[in-house]
Nanobody, 124 residues
Framework: QVELVESGGDSVQAGGSLRLSCGIP????????RGWFRQAPGKEREGVAF???????TYTGSVKGRFTISEDKVTRTVYLHMSDLKPEDTAMYFC??????????????????GGRGTQVTVSS
């Protein structure tokens, strides 16, 4: 049983920045879809930023230019750097990783492994 652990969520003012972190098991790191999705109360789950098996990044439109996904091969950590945060970014953010290859990571609604989430709250 693999459970990912996210950290870094907080309450911030609009315009602020946060960095979310997620440790990935070594047998999964760098191979398949890994990244972040979010879910706000009353809203559908939304893919935010993902790396695919080739290391290509994709972002949902509303965060382009503000969020950056990256990974550290030494610590096997995936990060989500968030800047210029807006109230509409308020949500529970979840880390996710797959154990097999597929395309369209950001469009997926279920992944092999996930975490319990970290809350990001942005006030105006």
């Amino acid at each position: 049983q693999v459970e990912l652990v996210e950290s870094g969520g907080d309450s911030v003012q609009a315009g602020g920045s946060l960095r979310l972190s997620c440790g990935i098991p070594s047998f999964l790191f760098g191979k398949y879809c890994r990244g972040w999705f979010r879910q706000a109360p009353g809203k559908e789950r939304e893919g935010v930023a993902f790396l695919d098996g080739a290391g290509v990044t994709t972002y949902t439109g509303s965060v382009k230019g503000r969020f950056t996904i990256s990974e550290d091969k030494v610590t096997r950590t995936v990060y989500l750097h968030m800047s210029d945060l807006k109230p509409e970014d308020t949500a529970m953010y979840f880390c996710a990783v797959d154990s097999f290859f597929r395309v369209g990571c950001i469009d997926q609604r279920a992944f092999t492994y996930g975490g319990r989430g970290t809350q990001v709250t942005v006030s105006s």
